[in-house]
């Protein structure tokens, strides 16, 4: 039983989902509230379920997934940021006569599909835990039937997510062909003797090369702008927060364990990967008008950021990849609440960076919030995201990897100059026309809290993250 | 960690914690209550300040009014102060006020907003100066951007957006160099406090690194040329207020920093790069005046004149002697001074003509006698005269750079003739001459509020001119540590001053003969 005792969690989630599935079934359009708030009940139970056995059982099912604290810390951050996702669609597509009760099962079975994906510790339960989520996910992004570009985007999202589920496959079976094993022990040790022959390395390449798909790292990256922009924006938001953290943390847990005796192997793919990122997701968000792109760009951007820390490989490397993704998903979550009170009189939802043209003089609230949001996730102190970046600067150092650091830290200011933009129209230009009323308190609550822990308040919880980051990096070694 | 527990009253975290709630409150009520409140408030920072500075001990410990609150991983609440950081402060906290006053009529929109970011930025700056942990002190640094950014974004002239981002990209690209270098500080020496990493020695090859890194941030925010291009228009587009605080303090940042960090920590490095840092400095001193001679607009000469006059701060800071420190700490305050009061000067006219162009002006001492005096002190400040704050600071830096070189000090006193040109030049095209028009001419006196700003700033620096030791005092014995950790390294001179040999006076002849 204990096993199952350490899954809890999962199961939790999965069956959830499947019971609230038929009471979205049956109940109808008029469900779909009381859905919602179940779903986000069965989250934050799942998340609550996580004390105990889930955190400290160690691998269960013969190595297929780890109930470690590593996998906990992921999952206490995924858990909530669903929930957020599914309080962010309330009322949302029903302006547009949409359901929205399967909408908050599709990311039940999501989070139950990255929960697998944090824990996973062979290679089968990786692949499966990624694919549920993202079957979810292409479902999730086209959610708008009606709306063409909603379409669109759960098109491409699908098909290149497709070639890239194939990528990752060629690579397990690739690895799986060349160490006779799925288990990342057995990978590990399997790396560890001797120089790793070429049909490994090519493994280890496609294996990445799929999983930084899923977390948008340059150059795997061309969906995202579109994804992002053409999915409802509650979607959008759910895809910037949890499921990066989950593609991070898998990529984080096949580096650091399976692959953790090529480190110099990898290292190099991670060190360009980041380098591109963040230059890329500078550079390119310069010129875009839609707000939902630029934060498309921006979540690339800060990928790469997680991507030095993850390069500086080790316990203070995991350690500061927690770190970084705790303080990322409230800053991006936070940006994106924001996104949605973007609204005009008639409660449509605006997109254009024009629209928030002297915001700080029609709703100063919303503003100074969206500006704390954009000053840190340029990493500008004294926000907390600047200590994120800090963190994983200091991991990389840690390493000795000093120019890749000055590169990276150059990026920022590059960065930077997107972010101000947003604050510029919001505080210099003169205002254009206002938006329309949201009555959401709820959301609107989240946006304060979200503001309020990074905030320069949120100093105050560096030295709890810091334990709990490094005992959960800890965990996995 | 640092120092003691928080023993009596947190007077540091109260001087800094004060403008940041008055700060959150204006966002809430009326422009009026705004402004009141921030006067007051700065008011009363500023006699917290003086109470301070009464109670600072300049022969006691090093470090006072020490303060600790752990925050973990890495970085904690530690302030604590010594004698340098003890005059910036008060040269901050008194400027403070009369940036609020400079505003009072001069901001009409958005006041409470304008409000909150002063006294938000006051609160950081404080922070700078006080901060005892090394991520503390980036944090205040850097943080203080923000209010900056928006001051010239929202309340600047017709170009302020390019100005608002140069000034932030530019001192930020300095900044994230100097983080780095903070990081790999903290891990070799595995602490982050200012004071022990003061006393750490760092491996030679790897100071060289550091230190240009620390350089790459605090040049830009001196500004030394080449990087200085900000800050002309950052000077021309903020309000005067901005353009006052800019120029009183936010430079100062930059000599401080490298007094507080490059020197102390890496004495070996700085003695590499003095040579380096002459050159900067002398093609400063002598390339910036002449542009600032040739400029139109008054608010631009003052900037160019700002950059000259913080060349002297270098050259006496890397003299690494004590003239030299001295001096450039002197330089510091007095044109933290002189310079803000010129910018309250310039804002003075602005506010009646709108406009900075110095050809609208001419014959101000006709129509305008009280300003014309005012203007005047503050002219022969910025030129140096003796009995003026910047005398002093500007010749104990020049004795210094002497002992270090004397072709530094050659170039370097070329931008005092200089210098008086340009001002002279100012003076006598806006106070002078006949009255070309007539909207200048019919220009009122200062009115009461503005004698109230300009006369406390007149009297500091004659206080500074002539009884400089007030301010030498405190800070006296902390140069003398900083001199013990560089005096293994400090430039040899091609000076040689050597005793001279008195002539035998008739007596000395007659003991001579006994």
């Known amino acids: ?477 | 960690m640092v120092g003691q527990p928080v023993t009596g009253l947190p007077l540091l975290t109260i001087l800094i914690a004060l403008p940041l709630l008055a700060g959150a409150l204006c966002l809430f009520v009326n422009a009026n209550v705004a402004r009141w409140i921030a006067l007051v408030v700065t008011l009363l920072d500023l006699a917290l300040g003086i109470y301070l500075w009464v109670q600072f001990d300049p022969n006691g410990a090093q470090w006072q009014f020490q303060e600790y609150q752990a925050l973990g991983g890495g970085i904690g609440w530690a302030l604590g102060i010594d004698g340098i950081a003890l005059v910036l402060i008060q040269l901050t906290l008194f400027l403070m006020p009369i940036c609020i006053g400079a505003s009072w009529r001069s901001i009409e929109k958005r006041v409470p907003e304008y409000m909150a970011a002063f006294l938000l930025m006051e609160a950081l700056m404080l922070g700078v100066f006080a901060a005892q942990d090394l991520f503390l002190f980036y944090v205040f640094f850097e943080a203080g951007l923000i209010p900056m950014y928006l001051i010239i974004g929202i309340w600047g002239g017709a170009e302020r957006i390019k100005a608002s981002y140069k000034f932030f990209l530019y001192t930020l690209l300095g900044s994230v160099l100097m983080l780095i270098a903070m990081i790999y500080m903290a891990q070799t020496a595995d602490t982050t406090s200012i004071p022990r990493l003061m006393a750490f020695n760092f491996p030679v090859e790897a100071q060289k690194w550091l230190w240009l890194a620390f350089f790459a941030s605090f040049a830009v925010k001196m500004p030394m040329w080449p990087v200085h291009t900000w800050l002309p228009d950052a000077h021309v587009q903020a309000p005067t207020a901005g353009s006052v605080i800019l120029a009183g303090v936010l430079l100062k940042m930059g000599g401080y920093g490298f007094i507080r960090f490059s020197i102390p920590m890496f004495p070996d490095a700085s003695a590499t790069f003095v040579p380096f840092v002459f050159i900067l400095s002398g093609v400063a001193v002598v390339y910036t005046s002449l542009v600032a001679l040739v400029q139109n607009d008054m608010k631009k000469l003052i900037a160019y004149s700002s950059v000259a006059h913080m060349a002297f701060v270098t050259f006496g800071l890397f003299a690494l002697n004590r003239q030299g420190i001295e001096g450039a700490m002197m330089v510091m305050l007095g044109h933290g001074l002189v310079s803000g009061a010129l910018f309250l000067c310039v804002g003075v006219v602005y506010d009646r003509l709108h406009t900075r162009e110095i050809a609208r002006y001419g014959g101000l001492s006709d129509n305008m006698p009280g300003y014309a005096l005012l203007f005047m002190v503050f002219t022969m400040a910025s030129v140096g005269l003796p009995g003026t704050s910047n005398f002093v600071g500007e010749f104990l830096s020049l004795v210094g750079t002497y002992h270090a070189s004397t072709w530094a000090a050659i170039v370097a006193t070329t931008g005092i003739i200089l210098g008086a040109a340009y001002m002279l030049l100012l003076y006598w095209r806006i106070a002078f001459g006949t009255q070309r028009n007539a909207d200048a001419a019919a220009m009122p006196d200062l009115s009461m509020r503005e004698w109230w700003l300009l006369a406390p700033i007149a009297f500091a620096v004659f206080w500074m001119g002539i009884y400089p030791e007030s301010f030498l005092k405190p800070m006296r014995n902390d140069i003398g540590r900083l001199l013990v950790r560089v005096e293994h390294v400090a430039p040899k001179g091609d000076s040689l001053p050597t005793a001279g040999k008195p002539a035998l006076t008739v007596i000395d002849a007659k003991e001579g003969h006994e």
Request: proline share 4%; charged share 10%.
């Open chain 1, 1 to 477: 039983m204990t096993r199952f005792a350490a899954i809890l969690p999962e199961m939790i989630l999965a069956f959830g989902g499947t019971v609230l599935m038929m009471v979205a079934a049956f109940a109808g359009r008029r469900g779909s509230a009381l859905v919602s708030w179940l779903a986000v009940l069965l989250l934050l139970g799942a998340t609550a379920a996580l004390i105990g056995a889930p955190s400290h059982a160690g691998p269960v099912f013969d190595g297929l997934i780890s109930s470690d604290l590593f996998a906990s810390f992921g999952k206490a951050i995924m858990f909530p940021a669903s929930a957020v996702a599914i309080i962010a669609a309330q009322n949302w597509f029903e302006h547009d006569h949409e359901h929205s009760s399967e909408y908050a099962v599709l990311i039940i079975f999501a989070a139950a599909g990255m929960s697998v994906m944090v824990s996973a510790t062979s290679l089968i339960s990786l692949y499966v835990g990624l694919e549920l989520q993202s079957l979810a996910a292409y479902v999730l992004a086209s959610y708008r039937r009606s709306d063409e570009r909603s379409a669109e985007a759960g098109l491409k999202y699908f098909v290149l997510g497709a070639l890239a589920s194939g990528i990752l496959l060629y690579g397990i079976s690739l690895l799986y062909g060349f160490t006779g094993t799925t288990n990342f022990a057995g990978i590990a040790s399997a790396f560890g003797r001797g120089a790793p022959s070429l049909g490994m390395l090519f493994g280890l390449v496609f294996l990445l090369a799929g999983i930084a798909f899923k977390a948008s790292v340059v150059p795997f990256h061309m969906w995202t702008p579109d994804v992002y922009e053409g999915a409802p924006t509650p979607v959008t938001a759910f895809f910037a927060s949890a499921p990066k953290v989950a593609a991070i943390l898998l990529a984080t847990r096949v580096c650091l364990d399976a692959l953790a005796p090529a480190t110099d192997a990898w290292r190099q793919i991670m060190i360009f990967a980041a380098l591109a990122s963040i230059f890329l997701g500078a550079i390119a968000a310069y010129g875009q008008t839609n707000i939902k792109r630029l934060l498309a760009y921006s979540s690339i951007n800060n990928v790469g950021f997680v991507l030095i820390g993850l390069a500086g490989a080790g316990i203070t490397g995991a350690a500061s990849v927690l770190f970084y993704m705790a303080v990322y998903v409230p800053m991006t979550l936070g940006a994106f609440l924001c996104v949605l009170w973007m609204r005009n009189e008639k409660g449509e939802p605006l997109e254009s960076i024009a629209s928030l043209s002297g915001l700080s003089q029609t709703r100063p609230g919303l503003a100074a919030a969206f500006a704390v949001f954009m000053f840190s996730l340029a990493g500008i102190p004294p926000f907390f995201g600047f200590w994120a970046k800090l963190v994983v600067f200091n991991a990389a150092l840690k390493a000795g990897l000093f120019p890749f650091a000055v590169a990276g830290i150059l990026g920022t200011v590059v960065g930077a100059y997107y972010y101000l933009r947003i604050i510029k129209v919001m505080f210099f230009d003169e205002p254009g026309a206002p938006f329309g009323k949201v009555r959401e308190p709820v959301q609107g609550g989240l946006i304060f809290l979200s503001a309020l822990a990074i905030s320069p308040l949120g100093y105050l919880l560096i030295g709890t993250l810091n334990d709990l980051s490094t005992k959960a990096a800890g965990s996995m070694f």
